[in-house]
């Protein structure tokens, strides 16, 4: 390999002296440990009972809610002279949709089934445990 190609490849200080590298990798690690956190696993009682008190997923309620609250940034959201609705609104709801057209096509849930026997499609189903399992769903 040439040593202009070698230089160009591995940098100026040669090998574990690439400062782009080492920018990229103290960007990455920067990031990382600086993100949020994910949030900790209900207990399983809590989750089989908390699903049913759930309305599930609005956009519509979700972009009321946000709008509402963008006066509090001091952004005006009323009605346009002209009776249309202000751009800030509009891209609110753009966000919002798309956000939770996300949540519904990509989101991974953990699935508790509380014990005792399930009917389903199947028929009945005994439930032992109420350990956490991982499966699929749809979100609503």
Not at 57 to 82: C, K, P
């Amino acid at each position: 390999m040439s040593s202009e190609l070698q230089t160009d490849l591995v940098g100026g200080l040669g090998a574990g002296g690439n400062t782009g590298i080492d920018k990229i990798a103290e960007t990455i690690k920067t990031t990382i440990t600086t993100a949020r956190k994910p949030a900790n696993d209900l207990p399983p009682f809590l989750t089989t009972i908390e699903h049913k008190f759930r309305p599930g997923l609005s956009a519509i309620t979700l972009t009321s809610n946000i709008v509402t609250r963008l006066g509090e940034a001091g952004i005006e959201t009323g009605t346009l002279a002209d009776g249309s609705e202000p751009q800030i609104t509009k891209v609110v709801r753009i966000c919002v949709e798309e956000i939770i057209k996300e949540i519904q096509l990509n989101m991974k849930i953990m699935i508790e089934i509380p014990p005792g026997v399930t009917t389903g499609q199947a028929g009945p189903v005994p439930v032992l445990s109420t350990l956490p399992i991982q499966g699929g769903g749809v979100a609503l």
